[in-house]
């Protein structure tokens, strides 16, 4: 049995996005799964499993070659799926899916009078906040991150995540980071905005992944300069960004850790 399952899974990995929906169509229509309102990231409590990894469309400098197109597959909805990330080719051993555990606000803050709403396909007016925190219980061991965003004109929702075991604090780091970026750019690409037309504003307590980022310090390890790549390619795809060290003390009263 255990060895007809893991055949499923693969054939289910081998889907396209869209064939998939299709899947978890059919498996509920037949009754095979039952209700999973509170495994889907369209509603308060939130589960975003790990996904391979996509490249996006970015904007590319004069001079650079350009980027690979965007490939955006689907949130997984449903405990098969969640399963089925977390055991991606080349993970054995380590779970890898991502848990959303906070649920985010949608209450409207008090409208700004002097603020502009958004032409069409434009980001918001102000900036986009961000702030990021990872960690793990033991090094490497169990993996763990936070993010609070701060949407113009919106209460401040806060996400948790979990990595899963044999994560070092460092790639909690990282791959807490990127898991904002990410949301922030298909938040804006479902609300019809261009990311180009974005500003954000990060801040972090993590000197390393900082540092590494702007280029101030030197990236030698295989797995961070891999994490760090990928955090430059997002902040590409968006108009302005600044990223900004802040106390461990300011992210701890906002994220709780």
């Not at 980027?67 to 890898?96: C, D, I, K, N, V």
């Not at 993590?206 to 590494?212: A, E, G, K, M």
Request: with cysteine.
């Amino acid at each position: 049995m255990p060895d007809s399952i893991d055949r499923i899974l693969q054939l289910i990995r081998q889907l396209a996005p869209e064939e998939r929906r299709q899947l978890l169509q059919r498996l509920r229509a037949g009754g095979l799964l039952g209700d999973d309102s509170g495994f889907t990231d369209r509603n308060r409590l939130e589960v975003a499993p790990a996904l391979p990894e996509r490249t996006l469309a970015v904007r590319t400098p004069p001079g650079e070659p350009a980027a690979r197109p965007s490939r955006q597959p689907t949130s997984g909805s449903s405990a098969l799926l969640l399963r089925m990330a977390a055991q991606q080719p080349g993970t054995e051993g380590r779970t890898t899916g991502k848990v959303v555990l906070g649920a985010p606000s949608s209450a409207p803050e008090t409208p700004d009078p002097h603020a502009m709403s958004p032409l069409p396909g434009q980001a918001p007016e102000r900036p986009i906040g961000l702030i990021f925190d990872g960690g793990s219980k033991g090094n490497p061991g169990f993996g763990y991150g936070s993010y609070a965003l701060r949407w113009p004109g919106q209460a401040q929702q806060i996400v948790q995540l979990q990595f899963g075991n044999g994560v070092t604090n460092n790639e909690a780091e990282y791959d807490t980071l990127i898991a904002a970026l990410e949301a922030v750019h298909k938040r804006l690409l479902d609300g019809g905005a261009d990311p180009a037309t974005a500003r954000l504003e990060i801040r972090g307590d993590s000197q390393l992944v900082i540092n590494q980022v702007t280029g101030e310090w030197k990236c030698t390890d295989e797995r961070m300069r891999t994490r760090r790549d990928r955090v430059r390619e997002l902040l590409r795809t968006f108009g302005a960004w600044q990223l900004t060290h802040q106390g461990r003390e300011h992210s701890v009263r906002v994220l709780g850790h």
